[in-house]
């Protein structure tokens, strides 16, 4: 009887461990240039106080300065999304959606379960770009 509850005990703590691995944490609230910057689901996510038209020209720019191999994009009037490779084959999706006329998001994706320093590293050109 002991040994099962030991079992369940262990069996809700590695649960909970692994819940707390998913990444649902906020990085940065108000930083420069960008109303909310949030670490969701190994992805970055920023709003930006700039028109859609300005961002995504801002992101494909980041994408040759950070001189990473470009493989599609695709573009309408409410998002575009970018994809390229870095050095090390990664792919890295940047998805830039219009909120409203001044009001953009910026998803930032990098590799398959995601990396915070190079997906900051990403929006910091882009917004360097506005």
């Known amino acids: 009887m002991k040994t099962n509850l030991n079992f369940r005990l262990m069996l809700v703590a590695a649960t909970l461990t692994l819940a707390s691995l998913t990444g ?14 949030a670490w969701v ?11 859609f038209e ?9 994408i040759k300065q950070l001189e990473f191999a470009k493989v599609s994009e695709k573009k309408d009037a409410l998002t575009a999304t970018l994809i390229a490779r870095t050095a090390e084959d990664k ?3 940047i998805k830039v959606l219009k909120v409203s006329d001044q009001s953009t998001k910026v998803q ?3 590799g ?8 900051l590293a990403i929006l910091d050109k882009i917004k360097a770009n506005l």
């Open 24 to 37: 649902c944490v906020a990085v940065v609230a108000g930083a420069a240039g960008a109303g909310t910057v």
């Open 41 to 51: 689901m190994n992805r970055l996510d920023a709003t930006l106080d700039t028109n």
């Open 54 to 62: 300005k961002a995504a020209t801002a992101a494909n720019l980041a």
């Open 112 to 119: 398959v379960f995601g990396d915070k320093t190079v997906s």
């Open 108 to 110: 930032i994706r990098v």
């Open 91 to 93: 792919k890295v999706e």
